[in-house]
């Protein structure tokens, strides 16, 4: 038959007619994920004089590991979002539309379409990964960091299996979940189980060890990370789970509405006239959608009235800061106060007046000549106050800062700072910054309706 001697091209194809146009379509999307990780990279590297420079520093070198390291993640995220887009032509819920189950009938043998479309799938998913990888390597070339090649492979297989373990996990769901929107709700679940798990065993410790990557036993070492194996024992479980239940599933002709598989033999199924029957409503489904929507909503407004609290922040004088409840928040850009407060950290200053009580030995913000300093009270002499800043710079004069001013001239005393309320800050200041915390928010805030109206269009289609 035409259909068994084309099944295999027909499942790299997923779902179009023109081999050439799903081809495109894979490799299209390959490159663009090395795109996305290429411009990660450039984001991140606005922001190294912060937090991120102590937490991550991994991912903010000139090197070929930064680059890599953002793209065996985020190839992960990209390929869940591709798989989930497509997971009606991808997975197994061709059986359930009973695709199968005529050619089950006319002695098709169901292991083999059901490894010829795990292959399929599977060669794709490596050929889009690998592109995508060899991508960003090229790019990388580009900027003319030193190319070191020895952590390029334990790098490669590591994303290599995140993705894959990502994909059986979803194919054994089309088998196993009765609805596809389930499925997808099973796969966000697992995919931030899979990050969970990563940091409880370890795993992203051996990960950012450039000296420890440059082995590939590092990845495979129980002694390091049982991430590895973890994962070679859930994908066997998987795969097997996968074949099983596509073999006994693709026997059957799976009844349209319920969507569970063969009835038990004796099974009676009765279907109410429309004069009979009353309106079903989804109350499950509509306290979800709810739920949804409500959380969206928040999650929006929350992201504008933050881009609006950083607009304010940016456009406050010396004198006429934004305050907050008392608190005048300030973006320290500075070295002065290092280690106390960090270059662009938030730091958070209470404001007083003359009669707050000050002390040695605290921060405090004052205005003199027109400029606003902080600086570490030294001595108190009446209306007189002594400060000076914490740090010097290499080949600076000590106490060149040092300097008295009067006590009405202070009007903060430092409270505390939020290194990553900072970055986010700095963050939100750029392009991609400004399109995620207001452009997005706001076009998914007041056109919400038409989006969904539209998947729901397209759903149905």
């Not at 592109?131 to 590591?158: D, E, I, Q, W």
């Not at 349209?256 to 199924?269: A, M």
């Not at 008392?326 to 002065?336: A, D, K, L, N, R």
């Not at 407060?341 to 004052?366: K, M, S, T």
């Amino acid at each position: 038959m035409i259909y068994k001697t084309t099944f295999f091209r027909k499942q790299l194809r997923q779902a179009y007619a023109d081999g050439r146009t799903g081809i495109r379509r894979q490799g299209g999307f390959a490159l663009f994920s090395g795109l996305v990780s290429f411009a990660v990279y450039f984001v991140l590297q606005t922001l190294r004089r912060s937090v991120l420079a102590d937490a991550v520093p991994h991912i903010l070198q000139k090197s070929y590991f930064s680059t890599v390291f953002l793209y065996i993640h985020l190839s992960v995220a990209l390929m869940t979002a591709y798989f989930l887009l497509y997971f009606e032509h991808i997975f197994f819920t061709d059986i359930r539309r009973n695709i199968w189950y005529m050619l089950i009938q006319l002695g098709h043998s169901p292991l083999k379409l059901t490894f010829q479309k795990m292959l399929a799938w599977l060669s794709s998913t490596a050929a889009m990964y690998t592109l995508g990888f060899v991508f960003v390597v090229l790019l990388t070339g580009l900027l003319r960091f030193t190319f070191v090649p020895a952590y390029l492979p334990g790098l490669y297989l590591s994303g290599l299996a995140d993705v894959i373990l990502m994909g059986a996990l979803m194919m054994t769901l089309s088998l196993t979940v009765s609805t596809t929107a389930g499925a997808r709700g099973y796969t966000l679940l697992f995919f931030a189980a899979l990050y969970g798990l990563k940091a409880v065993t370890g795993f992203y410790t051996v990960l950012s060890n450039r000296a420890a990557m440059q082995n590939l036993q590092s990845i495979f070492d129980p002694s390091r990370s049982v991430y590895m194996l973890l994962c070679a024992v859930l994908l066997i479980f998987l795969a097997f789970t996968g074949v099983i239940s596509a073999r006994r599933l693709s026997q059957y002709y799976v009844t349209p509405g319920h969507g569970y598989g063969p009835l038990p033999p004796d099974t009676r199924i009765i279907i109410p006239s429309q004069s009979t029957a009353a309106p079903a409503r989804p109350r499950r489904g509509l306290l979800l959608n709810a739920a949804i929507t409500a959380l969206l909503v928040i999650v929006m407004t929350a992201a504008l009235l933050f881009n609006v609290f950083v607009i304010l922040l940016a456009v406050s004088k010396p004198g006429q800061e934004l305050t907050v409840r008392g608190v005048i928040p300030y973006i320290f850009q500075s070295e002065t106060m290092q280690p106390e407060i960090e270059y662009n950290d938030l730091a958070c200053f209470q404001r007083i007046d003359r009669l707050q009580p000050l002390h040695v030995g605290d921060v405090v913000l004052f205005q003199s000549d027109g400029t606003v300093y902080v600086e570490r009270i030294l001595s108190i002499h009446g209306e007189l106050v002594t400060v000076d800043i914490d740090h010097y710079p290499p080949l600076a004069e000590t106490g060149a800062m040092r300097k008295t001013v009067l006590r009405k001239s202070i009007y903060g005393l430092y409270v505390g700072r939020s290194r990553w309320l900072g970055v986010l800050i700095l963050f939100s200041n750029t392009i991609i910054g400004r399109i995620v915390f207001l452009l997005l928010p706001a076009v998914l805030l007041f056109y919400r309706r038409q989006i969904l109206a539209y998947l729901r269009k397209r759903r149905k289609v």
